[in-house]
């Protein structure tokens, strides 16, 4: 079920079902695609960049961006069409960071492990040492 929440656009309270944005937004939403997609559908616009369609449109360029996030406005059909990655500002076309930062996180977290591992295996060895038993003779 719906939960009450404010519109993060216009902060009317609407009932919250799957968007962030209440139904009055939603039909604007829609609205400004058709602008934007009826520009680049013709033959001349199709490899217009975020900007040009921008100046064009008079659509303000986050909206945009969300269109391409939300795979509305793909790269594959519009091949100018790119947003910034979340962690070194790449553009890219899918997903929210590059290939180069997503490789470099890899690394890193490979790393970690690798650190991780050799400090619970000292961790151990140093357990194993420690739990050495000693015996008394006799003649003491």
Do not use: W
């Amino acid at each position: 079920m719906g939960e009450l929440a404010n519109c993060a656009r216009c902060d009317k309270v609407f009932v919250k079902i799957t968007k962030s944005i209440c139904p009055d937004c939603v039909k604007e939403d829609e609205k400004l695609f058709q602008i934007v997609y009826d520009f680049l559908k013709k033959r001349e616009n199709r490899r217009a960049t975020i900007p040009e369609i921008v100046e064009a449109t008079g659509v303000k360029e986050d909206i945009i961006l969300q269109f391409v996030k939300d795979k509305r406005l793909r790269s594959t059909q519009f091949p100018n069409i790119s947003f910034p990655c979340e962690r070194c500002g790449e553009p890219i076309a899918s997903g929210k960071i590059c290939e180069n930062c997503q490789n470099e996180l890899s690394s890193d977290l490979r790393y970690q492990q690798e650190i991780e591992q050799v400090k619970q295996r000292n961790e151990q060895h140093e357990k194993e040492r420690t739990q050495t038993y000693y015996t008394r003779s006799k003649e003491d």
